[in-house]
T-cell receptor, first 107, second 118 residues
């Protein structure tokens, strides 16, 4: 599975959009990009995933560059409950978690 | 939908004893289940992958005789930590997916089990 690189931490003001970047320059053609988040001492929560096209669901939007070497997770209106560690994973079957981005939403 | 439960949520045991952790998919059939562990302030580490009715595949460095995995049904997988020692104390998390392990699929995670070995 491709290795992913994410900034270790980010802050975002409550109510603003949170844009979380992820680099996966070695991603192969059959690997999907998955995003999960983990709130302290809980299991990871699925957010969204995609292969080539941009995706949107009730939680977030996923923007994947045309060359698929990077992606951005967008939380459109961040709330305090979005404070968590966000993991970007490029995988075909097994998931190998990187260090993720610790997002802090500030009141 | 796609709810995964784990039991127990936390357990404390004495060194040398065995501990069994259950992982259940509540509203879907889990062809493949995964077991992870997470040490404090670290990321999740994949321990093993199991397909229903087959032997688990362990990641390099994970002792298969110490971490026994059984995936006997499409809704239940168990992880048994045998002869637990303090260094096995960790947060154990399972996940489940509906497709066979050779194809990509969304994994749904359980809430985790906190194991403390005294």
């Amino acid at each position: 599975d491709a290795k992913t690189t994410q900034p270790p931490s980010m802050d975002c003001a409550e109510g603003r959009a949170a844009n979380l970047p992820c680099n996966h320059s070695t991603i192969s053609g059959n690997e999907y990009v998955y995003w999960y988040r983990q709130i302290h001492s809980q299991g990871p929560q699925y957010i969204i995933h995609g292969l080539k096209n941009n995706e949107t669901n009730e939680m977030a939007s996923l923007i994947i560059t045309e060359d698929r070497k990077s992606s951005t997770l967008i939380l459109p209106h961040a709330t305090l409950r979005d404070t968590a560690v966000y993991y970007c994973i490029a995988a075909y079957n097994q998931f190998y978690f990187g260090t993720g981005t610790s997002l802090t939403v500030i009141p | 939908g796609a709810v995964v439960s784990q039991h127990p949520s936390w357990v404390i045991c004495k060194s040398g004893t065995s501990v069994k952790i259950e992982c259940r998919s509540l509203d879907f059939q889990a062809t493949t289940m995964f077991w992870y562990r997470q040490f404090p302030k670290q990321s999740l580490m994949l321990m093993a992958t199991s397909n229903e009715g087959s032997k688990a595949t362990y990641e390099q460095g994970v002792e298969k005789d110490k971490f026994l995995i059984n995936h006997a049904s499409l809704t239940l997988s168990t992880l048994t930590v045998t002869s637990a020692h303090p260094e096995d104390s960790s947060f154990y998390i399972c996940s489940a997916s509906a497709l066979a392990g050779i194809r990509t699929d969304t994994q749904y995670f359980g809430p985790g089990t906190r194991l403390t070995v005294l």
